[in-house]
């Protein structure tokens, strides 16, 4: 893996986290209301996973659309971080720490629909 070339994180990315159910609020339906919470706004590049990028964590994954880079940031988890760009959600399916430098990290993403 390697970084970005200059210039390429020119989109605006929302990261937005999940908070800790304490009190679930459902709908008409009795399903649970996702409730997220945008903590931070960055700037990245997104675009489309190859096949390459398809195998996270030597494990083949159909869930990754696309593989969105940002510059380093600590602390955002799969499963509880999705990032927002525009109208588009994309769900963070791995995180990884470009070359262990703390540079750059790379966020595996499925895109909703």
Known sequence: MSGPTIGALR???EVQTKPAVVDAEFD???EEVETWTTVRTMYASIRPATGREKVVGEQLSNDVSHVVTTRW???YAPKTTR???GSRIFNVVA???DDEA????HYY???RV
């Open 11 to 13: 989109l605006a990315v």
């Open 28 to 30: 008409a339906h009795g």
């Open 73 to 75: 940031v600590e602390g």
């Open 83 to 85: 990032l927002k760009f």
């Open 95 to 97: 995180v990884v720490n």
């Open 102 to 105: 703390s540079r750059f990290v």
């Open 109 to 111: 993403c499925l895109e």
